[in-house]
């Protein structure tokens, strides 16, 4: 069987000497305004949390409806409804209660131009081409404590509750106050290579965050900035630090298969999270870049391109995908074994549907990759519906689809 990523290898490799598009060394940490509920203002490098940094980080929530359900007509909905049941049953789950079909909304940070706090679990969010949707819950991005490193009073941890909105803005190419230097490197797995931004364990992505473990020794907490590299070595890891000194630690989620998983993030091929038994190892550069910055995060377009069906038609027109992304900032989900894609529609070419469990997407760039075990890419897809001139609207089940074309 030919490995999926057999045309993408090259590119992935190539990866390492690709410069020319990223920015300075701080433009690419979230950076902006944070007012209160009684309209103080501070301004500074932003993180959520102990997680997202970076304008390539992913914002989660949930959507609270979905008006893309008005284009089915009385027997499309019928359909849709009898294959949820279906499909539930073939998953033991009985309660059937209600199919409102509401999904995930995510996007990266650098796609947000606001977020206005609604509630203890609700937000507002006002895209770059003055979209407003309305989020509710989800993740723990919802109801976060904001951490603001404004250059006066230092670093401020804000409750949400204290939250009206967050105003986001080009970040400075040089910080003069932050939060730590940017994490970049190259993550080696049984399947390839990935450079880009890394997060490790789903949490630290920053110099100053620190990677727990215990040696012979003792307990050791080390900083990230400290460290060049990080095996995968018998029940633990081989931790090499810049000044050439080698320790093996174990005993915590950071080094041992407790951990959550590390993400290579970059804009060539979205984001990739790679699962412990993936993981071989990962080197970190010395002089970190942090990926875009936020203005090359573009205004969000609807999906617009061609959808191919099994009789051979050709329907053009804007694009609501899985009846939920239509914009191009929205990410496609998919999976390659034990490696998690995120790819924004705005990159993506083509997608083929394989089988009932996967799909071939073709990247702008020419890369290829068959992802499966999603509902973006598998026969549990909801459909296609296109906007034709005319406002002629017409539905089409996954089943029906041969290929999507965007343009």
Request: proline share 2%; hydrophobic share 35%.
């Amino acid at each position: 069987m030919k490995s999926p990523f057999k045309k993408i290898l090259t590119v992935l490799l190539l990866q390492m000497l690709w410069l020319p598009a990223i920015q300075a060394q701080d433009e690419g940490l979230i950076y902006g305004t944070l007012t209160t509920v009684d309209g103080k203002k501070y301004t500074g490098q932003l993180r959520w949390g102990k997680e997202e940094a970076y304008w390539s980080d992913i914002f989660n929530s949930s959507k609270t409806h979905n008006d893309n359900l008005d284009y089915l007509s009385r027997a499309d909905m019928r359909e849709l409804d009898r294959r949820y049941r279906r499909r539930n049953r073939n998953y033991g789950v009985f309660n059937f209660s209600s199919y409102d079909y509401t999904h995930t909304f995510a996007c990266r940070f650098g796609d947000i131009q606001t977020l206005r706090i609604t509630g203890s679990r609700r937000v507002e969010v006002l895209l770059k081409n003055n979209t407003k949707i309305r989020l509710k819950g989800g993740s723990n991005d919802i109801g976060a404590t904001v951490r603001v490193m404004d250059k006066e009073l230092g670093e401020l941890s804000i409750r949400w509750s204290r939250i009206d909105k967050v105003d986001f803005m080009k970040t400075p190419a040089k910080l003069e106050a932050k939060m730590g230097a940017p994490l970049w490197g190259t993550v080696e797995t049984r399947k390839g290579k990935f450079t880009g931004i890394i997060q490790w364990d789903h949490d630290e992505r920053l110099g100053n965050d620190i990677l727990n473990g215990s040696s012979e020794d003792g307990r050791m907490k080390i900083p990230f900035k400290n460290i060049k590299s990080i095996k995968k070595h018998r029940w633990g890891s081989l931790v090499k630090l810049k000044s050439g000194r080698e320790v093996y630690l174990t005993g915590t989620n950071d080094v041992e298969d407790g951990n959550r998983g590390i993400i290579v993030s970059h804009h060539l091929f979205g984001r990739v999270d790679i699962n412990w038994d993936e993981f071989k190892n990962v080197t970190f550069v010395d002089n970190p870049q942090s990926g875009l910055g936020y203005d090359s995060y573009k205004t969000p377009t609807l999906l617009t391109g061609t959808v191919t069906t099994t009789d051979g038609r050709n329907i053009k027109g804007q694009i609501i995908y899985d009846l939920d992304e239509k914009l191009s900032i929205e990410l496609l989900d998919g999976k390659v074994g034990d490696l998690d894609h995120q790819i924004p529609f705005g990159i993506i070419k083509n997608i083929t549907p394989k089988n009932y469990y996967s799909a071939e997407v073709e990247l702008k760039s020419g890369q290829k990759i068959v992802l499966g075990d999603s509902q973006d890419v598998s026969e549990r897809h909801t459909g296609i519906v296109v906007i034709a001139k005319g406002e002629n609207k017409e539905y089409i089940p996954w089943k029906k689809v041969s290929k999507v074309s965007f343009e």
